[in-house]
C-alpha cells in the first residue's frame, strides 16, 4: 500500500493457493539457519521441475544444473535437501508465485555483500521491490516485511535505517523460473511394475507396502491425537478447506489469510493453520506461501518404535557418521519405512548473563586486556645474517637430498640463479643447531624470505623453531577474565573467559594480499579455559602467543571458502561453553594438554613465562 507522498510502504501479505486453472510460477526455497526461506535460481528450479515429472519421490542432483551446489541433493519424499560430505539436511519447500510477478519475468533484485558480490533478495522481498519499481515508487520501506531498510530507486541503493549504511542494490534479467498448470502430480506408488505400472507383487515387495501402510496408521493415528480437530486435507487445490478451522501459531506469528480469497473455499481470511500440522498432498510440495516455516516452531511427538535419526551428528557420539546418517533417512523414507530426522541440540555457546560485578580477574595474571599494534619489521639484521646465526657450515656433506629443493647436498643447490644470494655460494651446506638437520644455505635463505621475516627460522623437517617466531596476526584486542560459572567436566571450578576481538582493516606486505582489505567475521569470539592451575598456565601462554601475534592470522577460512579473511592458526580454542556439540567445547579431558603442545609447536612454552 502507498504511503502519504511518493514513496510506497509495502503490507507484507501472503500467497494462498491459486485456483487450479489458472498458471502459477513455481519457485523452490530452501530454509537457511535463520529460518529465511532462500529461493534456488531459475535455472535450478526447472531442473527440479523437470525431475519431478519423471518421478516426484526420486532425488534431484543440483551438481547437474549448477557446479556450485554439487554436494547438494534434494529428497522429494522427505523435502529436504542433503549435503553429501557433511550429512547436513534442511527443509525445502515448492512455492507458487502469479506469473505477473518478478520470477515470472526473470527479474532478480540483488544486493552487495562486503565480498563485492552480489546476493539476491528472498523472493517476497523481490517481488516487493519490483512491485514497487513498476509503480515508479522513489523508495520502498522493507519495516512491514520484517526488515529495516530502505529502498532507494533513484540510487539503486539500500539503506540500513538504524545505521544509516548504504549497499548498492541491482535489477537484473535472468531466466524465468518455471510455469505450471492444473494440479500438483501425485507422487507415485513405489514400488511399481517395469511395465503396467502396478505394484509388484514379489515378497520383499509385498513386506515394503505393509510396512509402509503399518507406518502410515501410526502416524495418521499419533496425528488425530495431536490435532483431534484437524480435518483431512485435499492434496489438490480443488475440493474443500485446506487448513482446519481455529487460530495457529505459524514461524512465530499468527497464519491469517490477511482478506485473500480463493475459489472452491479453498482458503478463506477465517481459516488458519494449527501450530506443527502437517502440510498436505506430496510431503509439503502444494505448500502455500502464507505459511511461512509452517511446522517448523513444533515438534510432533515421534510414534513408538519409529527410529529417530539425528539431522547433524557433530558430537561424534553416536553410531554413524553425519553423512551416513542423513543417507540412511533419504533411504528408508524412500522405502516406506518409518523414520523420524529429529535435529541434534544446540549448543550452548555462551554461560549465563554475569553481571560487571561478578567479573574478577584472573588471580596471577597481570591485568585483563593486551592489544598489539601493526607489525614493527627489524631492519637491524639482513636475511643473510639471520641464517648464518642458526647453522654450522659443513664441509663434507653426505650424499643424501636437501629436502627443501630436493638436489642432492654434494651439488648445487636448485635455487641457483633464481635467487639474488648476497655472497652464499649455492653449494654450502648448513647443519641446524639444535637439531642437526642438514640443507643447502641458499635453500635456507630462500624459504626465511618466503616467510614472515621475524628473525627466527623453522626447520622444515622437525619443526624446531631458532629464534623467536612471530605471526602475521591483524591488530586487535585480547581481554581475559573469571566468571562465576562453571564448565561442563570442572564443576570444582569457576571459569576464565577469554574475548578476542579484531577489525576489518587492509593486509599488510607480511600478509597474502599486500594492500587489499580484509574481513573478520564473527569478532568479538569469546573462548573458555578452567580456572585451574593448568588453565591459568594455558591462559598464561595464549598471552605471550597473543603478542607474538601467533592466535590469528589472514587466510582462506575452512568453513566458508572466503579468502582473505581473519582465521585460527593452528592453536585450537574452545568456543562452546556448556556443550561439546561442535567438537569446540567441554567436557573434554585432554583438551588443555593438547593446546600445550600446540603452542609448544608455535615456540610457546613454560620457559618463556621465567623471562
Known sequence: MARQGSGAMLASGGLGF?????????????LNEHGRWRPYSAAVCHHIENVLKEDARGSVVLGQVDVQLAPYVIDLQSMHQFRQDTGTMR?????????????GKGIVWEWENDNNSWTPYDMDICITIQNAYEKQHPWLDLS????????????????NRQTQRKRRLRRRMDLAYPLTMGSIPKSQSWPVGTSTGTPCSCPQCLLVNSTRAASNAILAS??????????????????????????????????????LRVPNGAFSPSQSLPAGAPLSGLNNLNQPGTQRGAGLGARAAVPPGVPALPVKNLNGTGPVHPALAGM???????????????????????????????????????GICRKTKKKHLKKSKTPEDVVRRYIQKV???????????????????????????????????????????????????????????????????????????????????????????????????????????????????EHPNPGKKFTARGFPRHCYLPDNEKGRKVLKLLIVAWDRRLIFTIGTSNTTGESDTVVWNEIHHKTEFGSNLTGHGYPDPNYLDNVLAELMAQGVSEANLKD
Open 18 to 30: 491459486p485456483p487450479q486453472n489458472l498458471a502459477r510460477v513455481v519457485v523452490w526455497e530452501w
Open 222 to 259: 499419533q496425528r488425530r491425537k495431536l490435532y483431534p480437530g484437524a480435518v483431512r486435507q485435499s492434496s489438490t487445490f480443488a475440493g474443500g478447506a485446506l487448513w482446519p478451522a481455529g487460530t495457529g501459531t505459524v514461524a512465530g506469528g499468527t497464519a491469517k489469510g490477511e482478506g
Open 395 to 509: 664441509k663434507n656433506p653426505p650424499d643424501e637430498d636437501c629436502t627443501i629443493c630436493m638436489e642432492r647436498l654434494v651439488t648445487s643447490s636448485g635455487y641457483e640463479g633464481v635467487l639474488s644470494h648476497g655472497g652464499i655460494k649455492p653449494e654450502l651446506v648448513g647443519k641446524l643447531g639444535k637439531c642437526g638437520h642438514m640443507y643447502h644455505l641458499l635453500c635456507l635463505l630462500a624459504m626465511y624470505n618466503n616467510g614472515n621475516k621475524d628473525g627466527s627460522l623453522q626447520c622444515p623437517t622437525c619443526k624446531a623453531i631458532y629464534g623467536e617466531k612471530t605471526g602475521t596476526q591483524p591488530p586487535g584486542k585480547m581481554e581475559f577474565h573469571l566468571i562465576p560459572h562453571s564448565l561442563p567436566g570442572y564443576t570444582d571450578s569457576k571459569t576464565i573467559r577469554i574475548v578476542y576481538d579484531i577489525p576489518t582493516g587492509i593486509q599488510g606486505p
Open 144 to 159: 512491514s516485511l520484517g526488515f529495516c531498510y530502505l529502498i532507494y530507486f533513484s540510487s539503486m541503493s539500500q539503506m
Open 328 to 366: 540412511t533417512g533419504i533411504l528408508m523414507c524412500a522405502a516406506g519405512l518409518p523414520v523420524c530426522l529429529t535435529r541434534a541440540p544446540k549448543p550452548i555457546l555462551h554461560p549465563p548473563p554475569v553481571s560487571k560485578s561478578d567479573i574478577k580477574p584472573v588471580p596471577g595474571i597481570n
Open 91 to 103: 527443509p525445502v519447500r515448492r512455492n507458487f508465485y502469479d506469473p505477473s510477478s518478478a520470477p
